[in-house]
């Protein structure tokens, strides 16, 4: 699977919950501001048990968006050396947001999510994606026959354009998730295949 960056503006918000971040498919970068001197006990008993998966950048300076900008740094970063990479920014800062509609059109997988809590499993399944909706895309899947998405940006655009356009790239992303669980869809790095489906 590619990787997940979950970038956390932690001078923006600082979660009471990291739960849902201790997973073997995220990796964490907690942006600490120059001023804050402090991590809590929560936060730092969850980035120590992720181990290499975890990390925090404190910025140095002082300034309007200096944290933001220093976000936006590593993510195109990263980008440049992973383009298959996800990114979840963690803050309530709608100045995001912009930059994130630029993201996207430079084919670069990146949200804004307003707490920690909103990349957890549940929390990224809605109703409509339950047994019913998978199953509803697997039917779709066998459908498209040959012309199958064979990667997983292409996979993700159809799920997407599948369900109108409504889902979040988290909600997407769950969706990927349960088809690779459910031995439906192979994922080798950038490559999807479907042993299960092909030649249905």
Avoid at 167 to 194: A, R, W
Wanted: glycine share 6%; aromatic share 8%; proline share 3%.
């Amino acid at each position: 699977m590619n990787k997940k960056y979950v970038l956390i503006d932690y001078e923006n918000i600082q979660p009471a919950d990291m739960q849902a971040i201790d997973r073997d498919s995220f990796h964490v970068i907690v942006f600490v501001g120059a001023n804050q001197t402090k991590v809590t006990y929560e936060a730092a008993a969850v980035l120590q048990r992720m181990g290499e998966r975890a990390s925090y950048i404190k910025i140095t300076g002082n300034g309007n968006n200096a944290l933001d900008f220093h976000i936006a740094f590593y993510i195109g970063e990263l980008a440049a050396k992973e383009p298959d990479a996800r990114f979840h920014v963690v803050s309530k800062d709608t100045g995001f947001d912009p930059l994130i509609q630029h993201l996207k059109s430079r084919k670069i997988l990146v949200s804004r999510v307003k707490a920690v809590a909103d990349l957890s499993p549940a929390k990224a399944a809605p109703c409509k994606l339950g047994a019913d909706g998978v199953s509803t895309m697997v039917t779709k899947l066998v459908q498209m026959g040959a012309s199958k998405p064979r990667t997983v940006k292409t996979l993700a655009s159809t799920i997407n354009a599948f369900f109108q356009k409504t889902l979040t790239e988290v909600e997407v992303q769950s969706i990927i998730e349960e088809l690779t669980k459910k031995g439906i869809v192979v994922v080798n790095e950038s490559k999807v295949t479907y042993a299960m489906l092909d030649g249905l």
